[in-house]
């Protein structure tokens, strides 16, 4: 099993400009510069997924385009955290319109996904098998969210297929939104993964991924790890 960033990268992570984080974009890459990170991917929720749940716009989109980073030496990239809207595999990946080269796959119950929760795995595999090509990785794949329905071995097993990684979500590990029989079961065969924070606050970001590996060390799927918070 290789793990993509097993240094100070962390790849998900949602700011209050787009989306439910508690904190600015800018908040966000300055105090990732203070606790040592060296790159960050700021990946709010997709359109389908703020209209569902009642956001209000705060920021347009497009705004990204004349950014830059002022603080500190953190490479930013803007990507979006998609979501699979039904059984067929249709899935939301833009903010406004705007899509973006990170791409995170993920399903959240209800809104937007809006399909019978016994129909997960086959929204899955259809996803993954039409979007491959523009998946960056599986965001917690192994949530609470559908634990009693996702065949999580045949969604692996796609996944490595084509070569897409699968993330091991700290936030959710510490705050017990993850179910740790389907994410042992996908650690012991997946073929690559992302260890990302998924931080919607500052602490998050500064603690979520060290839970996350602590897990990994803890249970035996790596010996030791350079991340430190």
Request: proline share 3%; hydrophobic share 35%; glycine share 6%.
């Amino acid at each position: 099993m290789e793990i993509i960033n097993p240094g100070n990268e962390d790849y998900h992570m949602h700011s209050i400009n787009f989306s439910d984080g508690l904190n600015t974009i800018d908040e966000i890459v300055n105090y990732a510069g203070k606790i040592g990170l060296s790159k960050i991917g700021i990946t709010d929720h997709n359109q389908a997924y703020l209209d569902k749940r009642g956001f209000v716009r705060r920021t347009y989109r497009n705004i990204i385009n004349r950014w830059e980073n002022v603080y500190n030496n953190v490479k930013v990239q803007f990507g979006i955290e998609a979501d699979i809207l039904n059984s067929k595999g249709d899935i939301c990946m833009d903010i406004q319109g705007v899509t973006a080269d990170l791409i995170i796959l993920s399903t959240h119950p209800s809104r937007p996904y809006k399909d019978n929760p016994n129909k997960i795995t086959l929204a899955y595999l259809n996803a993954i098998e039409r979007f491959h090509d523009k998946i960056t990785f599986l965001g917690h794949p192994c949530s609470v969210y559908y634990e009693d329905y996702i065949d999580i071995e045949a969604v692996t097993e796609l996944c490595n297929k084509y070569d897409i990684p699968m993330e091991v979500n700290g936030a959710n590990i510490s705050t017990n939104r993850t179910n740790l029989n389907n994410l042992n079961k996908m650690l012991k065969i997946v073929d690559r993964i992302y260890v990302n924070s998924d931080s919607h606050t500052l602490y998050e970001l500064k603690t979520a991924r060290a839970e996350a590996f602590q897990y990994l060390t803890e249970n035996g799927f790596i010996k030791t790890h350079s991340f430190k918070s």
